[in-house]
């Protein structure tokens, strides 16, 4: 069973249709890329899942349960994490400090001890290679700092995780680090949600690929065994286009042709 299923989802903003009749499964130890070109409705999806957004029309189901998703906190119940693409550290204050944010362990004062405790247990949790936990964000590189936002949505023991383009600011190397924080979360069984641009990174470590295309489905792939030419030409609408239709029309005539004579 899907932990997270989306039903015709649908968002408007005044006149603009910024999702249609949207469909989407995130199953446990999956990793769901979210895919189309600027304005396709990716990051409404991401916000109507952290209850930013109410939507329209649609079902949202959590566990088989019918959910409404009223606001951050309601998303955070239920257990999903949202990793924003600004991060939202401060750079002023340690790794610790960053973590536990608003979230200190014990309601009466700072557990120290503790909390470092836990931080190291997170990042073990994610194999995340860090200096430090008391040096501040501000010292650290862009994907040490995708690391500490990816530990800090770990926090509430979340089911679903859902990343925001999280290799767009980074080289190499950071983003090969990136994708194997990713992979962490899918062994140990997190559904993962991932908007991204990089189509490398998409077919490194997604399992499933859900285009969106003007706000609608454009198509749902199997990470392993689809090109990188379909997926982008379900991004782009190519097969909505004269050339491309000509071509599929002619290949079923030939078909047809086989079918009823040499065959
Ligand atoms: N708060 C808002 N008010 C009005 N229109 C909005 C709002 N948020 C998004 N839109 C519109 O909804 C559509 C989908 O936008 P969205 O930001 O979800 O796209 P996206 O796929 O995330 O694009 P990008 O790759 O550029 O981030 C766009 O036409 C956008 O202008
Ligand atoms: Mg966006």
Redesign the pocket.
């Known amino acids: 069973m899907a932990i997270l299923r989306l039903q015709g989802i649908s968002k408007n903003f005044g006149a603009v249709a910024a999702l249609t009749d949207v469909d989407l499964e995130v199953d446990a130890g999956q990793v769901v890329a979210i895919v189309g070109d600027?304005g396709a409705g990716?990051?409404t999806l991401v916000k109507v899942l952290s209850g930013v957004h109410s939507p329209d029309g649609g079902r949202i189901a959590f566990e088989g349960r019918e959910v409404t998703i009223p606001g951050p906190a309601a998303a955070h119940r239920l257990g999903i994490a949202t990793v924003f693409?600004d991060l939202a550290l401060c750079e002023n204050l340690n790794v610790i400090e960053n973590l536990f944010l608003g979230q200190e362990l014990s309601p009466f004062r700072l557990d120290d001890v503790a909390m470092e405790v836990r931080s190291w247990e997170l990042l073990r949790q994610l194999s995340a290679k860090l200096p430090a936990v008391r040096l501040p964000v501000a010292a650290l590189s862009g994907g040490q700092r995708q690391t500490v936002a990816i530990a800090r949505s770990l926090l509430g023991d979340p089911k679903i995780i859902i990343l925001?383009?999280p290799t767009a600011a980074l080289g190499v190397a950071q983003t090969a680090e990136v994708l194997n924080l990713i992979d962490r979360l899918r062994e140990n069984g997190h559904g993962v949600v991932m908007?991204s641009h990089n189509m490398s990174d998409v077919r490194a470590v997604a399992d499933q690929v859900v285009v969106l295309r003007l706000g609608r489905n454009s198509g749902v792939f199997d990470a392993r065994t689809t090109s990188s030419e379909e997926i982008v030409a379900a991004i782009t609408g190519a097969g909505d286009n004269a050339v491309t239709q000509r071509a599929a029309r002619s290949e079923t005539v030939d078909r047809s042709g086989m079918a009823g004579g040499a065959w």
């Open positions: 600027n990716k990051s693409q925001d383009e908007i």
